[in-house]
Structure formats: structure tokens, C-alpha cells
T-cell receptor, first 114, second 114 residues
């Protein structure tokens, strides 16, 4: 158990819908990362937050948004869903954003868009 | 820009033998961290081992060791005494202090044969 909690574990939704994925980081970790893993794209970095503020942005679509709340949990919002958004979405956390800090992953949220 | 290369899409190893998974990286930051993760078929990402760019000795964690060759920018993972449970995808990752985000390679699928 990494200590990173993600909900829901599995989600099936229709095209055009909106979903919210939730992440609770490990106790004491201030940085939260979101990644998307699909079969043809590998592991893609989406966005990073540090102590409530956006720190880095990767290949995140405009239809996607995220935030980190004062209690440090984070949510990833996916809207106007398309079939291609079907993927495994990971949340990860680390103490800070420095090079030496290990990132620990949650178990992921499997999203299927039908 | 940061980049991770894993040139072996798939590897086979006999049970109880050692195997080396290759990883090369590219960064202009003198301070960086290198990481290996294991992803079994169940999907979770499991942290295995970490090597800092200024570490003098190669990192070891149980049956895992990291063959760090800084001049060649390589960070190969060595798994000794392979077990059937080692069959999984293995990802090399890097973070430097410039990029802030965590960059992953495309992964190597390891299959351990009985």
C-alpha cells in the first residue's frame, strides 16, 4: 500500500459526460501529480500541484482540469468525454517537487468511455 | 528537454537467473533523480529503486540494483534471481530540478519463464 488513495477504482460512462476523479496523497506529501496511461500513449504526465498551486503542466487537454484543495486532496475533472479518453488515470504524490523525492502512485482509476 | 529511452520493448528471462533492463536518459541539469517502477498486470505502479545523480554508489534494494553510469547517462535495472512474480512492465523515470515533472520511459515488458 503506497498510502495514495484514488477513487473511484473503476468508472464506466458515456461519451459527452463529465467525471471527477479524486485523490488523497500520502500523509505529509505536498505535491500531487496526475498521469494518464493508455495503451497507445504510454504514461503521460498531465499536471502537478504543490501545496494548492499548479506547479507544472503536461499534455493536459482543455477539456480536463484539476485542482488541489487546502486539505491537499486533489480532483481531476474530465468533461465532454470521448472514446479516446478511456485510460487508467493515476494520481501520485511526493513530499515536494525536488529531484530526489520519490513519487508514490495510487492504484489508479480505470475510466471506460462507451 | 528531459527524455528517457528504454530500447527493449520486451525481455524474457529464465526463473532464478539475473536480467538487466536498459535505461538511458537525457538532461542538462546536474542534479536529478532516477527511478524504476514495476507495473504488474493488475495495473498499480510500484516504486522499486532510486538513484541520485550525486550518489557515489549504485543503489540496491533487495534483489534490485541500479547500474548507474553517469558519463553514459544510463541507469540500468538489474534483477537478480528472477521470480515468476517479477513478470511485469518496468518503467524507468527521471526528475530533474528544471523540469519539476516526472518523465517516464516507454517501459519494458519482462516475462519470467519457469
Amino acid at each position: 500500500d503506497s498510502g495514495v488513495t484514488q477513487t473511484p477504482k473503476h468508472l464506466i460512462t458515456a461519451t459527452g459526460q463529465r467525471v471527477t476523479l479524486r485523490c488523497s496523497p500520502r500523509s505529509g506529501d505536498l505535491s500531487v501529480y496526475w498521469y494518464q496511461q493508455s495503451l497507445d500513449q504510454g504514461l503521460q504526465f498531465l499536471i502537478q500541484y504543490y501545496n494548492g498551486e499548479e506547479r507544472a503542466k503536461g499534455n493536459i487537454l482543455e477539456r480536463f482540469s484539476a485542482q488541489q484543495f487546502p486539505d491537499l486532496h486533489s480532483e481531476l475533472n474530465l468533461s465532454s468525454l470521448e472514446l479516446g479518453d478511456s485510460a487508467l488515470y493515476f494520481c501520485a504524490s511526493s513530499v515536494s517537487g525536488f529531484a530526489g523525492n520519490t513519487i508514490y502512485f495510487g492504484e489508479g482509476s480505470w475510466l471506460t468511455v462507451v | 528537454a528531459q527524455k528517457i529511452t528504454q530500447t527493449q520493448p520486451g525481455m524474457f528471462v529464465q526463473e532464478k537467473e539475473a536480467v538487466t533492463l536498459d535505461c538511458t536518459y537525457d538532461t542538462s541539469d546536474p542534479s536529478y533523480g532516477l527511478f524504476w517502477y514495476k507495473q504488474p498486470s493488475s495495473g498499480e505502479m510500484i516504486f522499486l529503486i532510486y538513484q541520485g545523480s550525486y550518489d557515489q554508489q549504485n543503489a540496491t534494494e533487495g534483489r534490485y540494483s541500479l547500474n548507474f553510469q553517469k558519463a553514459r547517462k544510463s541507469a540500468n535495472l538489474v534483477i537478480s534471481a528472477s521470480q515468476l512474480g517479477d513478470s511485469a512492465m518496468y518503467f524507468c523515470a527521471m526528475r530533474d530540478n528544471y523540469g519539476q515533472n516526472f518523465v517516464f520511459g516507454p517501459g519494458t515488458r519482462l516475462s519470467v519463464l519457469p
